[in-house]
């Protein structure tokens, strides 16, 4: 039961945070319409596309991904799943906003280039991929970064740790943008597919999409949080890569 009430409140957090973080965007949204666009009758469903076709919609995604790079604990990944199944034109064009925001964000987290102490006081974030981390940069360098898609750490660790780890900027910016995009094409192959079919049953129901999609990405930030938790022990890495090296 307790495991339940905190997925449950873990939940409501994610929808609270989401929906505060876009208010000030959804406000400016408003306040651009002109009198007869804010008169016209649409259903909700096209209310929410069309302000997901505005400009005030590129700033939106570019600052979600600026600040998940230093310190927002939602990943891009989140808007992108709710995109792909909106009728618009301007999809990928908010992947380049999206990347974009990623450049400046880490730009930024390696300016200030919080402690670990400091990274560890982030909303769900632990020791444990804090260690983590640390240990990829030292076997691996950049390259570590490799690592952050699978491993579920939040790209903010690593970006906050990379100076600590004789990392440079431009490397830091090239291989991180170069992963994430790596990750946005996969999934957006994944999903885009499944549009046509999807498109028809969402449309009336966003916000009952909404309140599943943050409920299942609570549980897997729960999921994350508790493999990486007091118990965590590193992974050899090079073993790992050593044994899918023979695999193959």
Same mark, same amino acid.
């Given at each position: 039961?307790?495991?339940? /009430?905190?997925?449950?409140?873990?939940?409501?957090?994610?929808q609270i945070s989401i929906l505060a973080f876009a208010a000030p965007f959804w406000? &400016?949204?408003?306040?651009?319409?002109?009198?007869?666009?804010?008169?016209?009758?649409?259903?909700?469903?096209?209310?929410?596309?069309? #302000?997901?076709?505005?400009?005030?919609?590129?700033?939106?995604? #570019?600052? &979600?991904?600026?600040?998940?790079?230093?310190?927002?604990?939602?990943?891009?990944?989140?808007?992108?799943?709710? !995109?792909? #199944?909106?009728?618009?034109? *301007?999809? !990928?064009? /908010?992947?380049?906003?999206?990347?974009?925001?990623?450049?400046?964000?880490?730009?930024?987290? #390696?300016?200030?280039?919080?402690?670990?102490?400091?990274?560890?006081?982030?909303?769900?974030?632990?020791?444990?991929?804090?260690? *983590?981390?640390?240990?990829?940069?030292?076997?691996?360098?950049?390259? %570590?970064? %490799?690592f952050q898609p699978l491993s579920g750490v939040p790209y903010k660790v690593f970006?906050?740790? %990379?100076? %600590?780890?004789?990392?440079?900027?431009?490397? /830091?910016?090239?291989?991180?943008?170069?992963?994430?995009?790596?990750?946005?094409?996969?999934?957006?192959?994944?999903?885009?597919?499944?549009?046509? !079919?999807?498109?028809?049953?969402?449309?009336?129901?966003?916000?009952?999409?909404?309140?599943?999609?943050?409920?299942?990405?609570?549980?897997?930030? /729960?999921? !994350?949080?508790?493999?990486?938790?007091?118990?965590?022990?590193? *992974?050899?890495?090079?073993?790992?890569?050593?044994?899918?090296?023979?695999?193959?």
């Open positions: 039961m307790a495991v339940i /009430l905190e997925w449950l409140l873990n939940g409501v957090i994610v406000l &400016w949204y408003r306040m651009s319409r002109t009198d007869s666009e804010r008169d016209a009758h649409h259903s909700l469903g096209e209310h929410i596309e069309l #302000f997901f076709s505005s400009r005030q919609m590129d700033w939106l995604v #570019f600052c &979600w991904a600026a600040a998940e790079a230093v310190v927002w604990f939602i990943i891009p990944e989140f808007l992108l799943l709710l !995109i792909i #199944f909106m009728r618009f034109r *301007q999809r !990928i064009a /908010l992947l380049a906003w999206d990347l974009a925001g990623t450049v400046v964000g880490t730009t930024v987290a #390696f300016a200030i280039s919080a402690s670990a102490a400091d990274v560890v006081r982030m909303p769900y974030i632990t020791a444990g991929m804090v260690t *983590q981390v640390n240990d990829w940069y030292l076997n691996f360098g950049v390259g %570590a970064l %490799a970006t906050h740790l %990379a100076s %600590a780890n004789h990392i440079g900027l431009v490397s /830091l910016v090239a291989v991180g943008t170069l992963v994430r995009m790596a990750r946005y094409v996969f999934i957006y192959m994944i999903l885009s597919g499944l549009y046509p !079919i999807f498109h028809r049953f969402a449309f009336r129901r966003y916000i009952g999409v909404f309140i599943f999609s943050c409920m299942v990405f609570s549980l897997a930030l /729960l999921n !994350i949080v508790d493999i990486y938790g007091p118990n965590y022990e590193i *992974q050899d890495s090079r073993s790992v890569i050593a044994e899918l090296l023979r695999g193959w």
